[in-house]
């Protein structure tokens, strides 16, 4: 069964859900329950988006964290994918690594910072290290999951018309497991999105981390608050861009119920 069209006017209700939370947010800054010092109002959030916009900093930022998140998030999609195929369908490969697989997923990505540092010093390649860290193996676990959760009818039809290598993958497995893929690389992109503002923040000299931190040390919680607001914004456009995935003819499937 498909889902039906969205009216515009639900569409409207994340403006709405957003307007109200900036309106008890504002509403909490007049009450003074806090000083403005470490509870800044929209108001003052907004002229320091602004001040950040003008000097040129908030681009640079800007820039090099999706420099970090797209370099580590590609790197690890483009190796994780292809070793997951390839486990999910070979079982006595997929018995002997996964758990090793399972054991540095479960590490935070954060734990390989003092590695980082060592290894590669100050900059890009402690971030996007870290980046791959954190989706390698998210990526390759869920590739394997959606391999081995493949009906093993699909595989007896593709027999029958004797496919085989190259066309077996690209007319049946990958169209199969490409629902399941998308929806991990969602997950797995928002976890890379917030690893960088962890990385840049310990190892690094510029990106939306380090500015965060940097406002921190120098008490400007309004530029703080306003980094927190353009890294909760790119984290919802990356969202959407990875969403674009699912409207994919050979993919559409999977998201129709």
Same mark, same amino acid.
């Given at each position: ?27 909490? #800054? ?10 800044? #109002? ?17 681009? %640079? ?39 090793? *697989? ?10 390989? *910072? ?9 900059? %890009? ?80 000299? %510029?990106?939306?981390?380090?500015? *965060? ?17 353009? *890294? ?26």
């Amino acid at each position: 069964m498909r889902e039906k069209p969205i009216s515009f006017s639900v569409r409207l209700l994340p403006l709405l859900v957003l307007l109200i939370a900036v309106a008890i947010w504002s509403a909490l #800054s007049k009450l003074g329950i806090f000083p403005e010092s470490v509870f800044p #109002s929209p108001l003052a959030v907004a002229k320091g988006l602004g001040e950040e916009f003008r000097s040129g900093r908030l681009f %640079d930022d800007l820039v090099a964290s999706l420099f970090r998140v797209t370099s580590g998030f590609l790197l690890a999609v483009l190796l994780g994918v292809p070793i997951g195929l390839w486990l999910g369908h070979h079982v006595r490969s997929r018995f002997a690594l996964l758990p090793l *697989i399972n054991f540095f997923r479960s590490l935070s990505p954060l734990a390989w *910072i003092p590695f980082a540092i060592l290894w590669f010093g100050i900059g %890009d390649v402690p971030a996007i290290f870290l980046i791959f860290m954190a989706c390698f193996f998210p990526v390759v676990v869920a590739t394997v999951a959606a391999v081995a959760n493949i009906p093993s009818i699909y595989f007896r039809v593709a027999h029958d018309y004797r496919f085989s290598g190259t066309e077996l993958l690209t007319r049946v497995t990958l169209p199969a497991i490409a629902p399941q893929v998308i929806t991990s690389l969602r997950v797995t992109a928002g976890l890379a999105w917030l690893v960088v503002v962890a990385a840049e923040m310990i190892a690094g000299r %510029d990106g939306l981390g380090f500015a *965060i931190w940097d406002a921190r040390n120098g008490l400007r919680m309004d530029l703080l608050v306003s980094g927190m607001v353009v *890294i909760g914004i790119i984290g919802v456009v990356i969202d959407r861009v990875l969403v674009r995935l699912t409207k994919i003819r050979s993919v559409r499937w999977g998201y129709e119920r």
